[in-house]
């Protein structure tokens, strides 16, 4: 998409068209995601004649991601509005539950979000992106309530109320079987507290690309969960 505007804005200014800067996304050879922006302008000889179209970029992805990052939260923040409504119910059904996580989902751009409730019946609902494998019913889904081997780290956290975030590489050998299994590249796992006890845990899930969420993503997440809790509460 970014190769056909930088070609776009090229004919145009080749033909006479005033073409203001813009932003375009560059792959480096490491295979990063870099944000420029373009400003390009033609040099021409005394009979003005073309000989070359000098283009300047600006590296900008830092601010980019900012400003994404406060959109995002934006929207997230929307859906938890959405979302303490359901809760204050005094019945919240399945059906509920999964919408509550498909407003949650699209708002982040995340492949997968699941809800797993720390009760008897460890009550798991789910969300995913189109052509995202489902996974909650899947009898080696592991039990983050309970230090476990390989999710002892994860687990503590939880309890402790904090979150969790990371991608393959960062967690130990069988939480990356686990990330494997899953075809999951990165996740973010936000504990749900109500009367000071873990209540549930909202888990969100990137699987076409490596995420590292960024400081007001995970306080939007942070506060969906406060208010879930007391919604619950």
Do not use: C
């Not at 008897?120 to 494998?133: C, D, F, I, P, S």
């Not at 983050?144 to 590489?169: A, M, N, W």
Request: hydrophobic fraction near 40%.
């Amino acid at each position: 998409k970014s190769k056909e505007v930088v070609l776009k804005n090229f004919l145009k200014r080749i033909t006479g068209k005033e073409v203001k800067e813009y932003e375009a996304e560059f792959v480096t050879k490491e295979g990063q995601i870099k944000i420029g922006k373009i400003r390009g302008s033609l040099i021409r000889d005394k009979d003005e004649r073309l000989i070359a179209d000098l283009v300047m970029i600006t590296e900008i992805t830092d601010e980019y991601n900012v400003q994404q990052a406060r959109l995002k939260k934006e929207k997230i923040l929307e859906a938890i509005s959405y979302s303490a409504r359901y809760f204050l119910k005094s019945r919240t059904q399945q059906h509920d539950y999964e919408k509550i996580l498909q407003k949650i989902g699209e708002s982040s751009d995340a492949d997968r979000v699941i809800l797993v409730i720390n009760d008897l019946l460890m009550q798991r609902y789910e969300w995913v992106h189109a052509g995202v494998k489902p996974i909650i019913q899947d009898k080696h889904y592991p039990n983050f309530f309970s230090p476990s081997k390989g999710f002892r780290t994860i687990s503590r956290k939880l309890l402790d109320g904090e979150y969790v975030q990371g991608s393959v590489e960062d967690f130990s050998d069988e939480a990356e079987d686990f990330l494997e299994r899953y075809d999951i590249k990165s996740l973010l796992i936000q504990p749900i507290f109500v009367k000071k006890k873990i209540w549930a845990y909202l888990s969100v899930h990137m699987s076409h690309r490596q995420k590292e969420w960024l400081e007001e993503e995970i306080e939007s997440f942070s506060i969906a969960a406060e208010l879930i809790g007391a919604a619950i509460e």
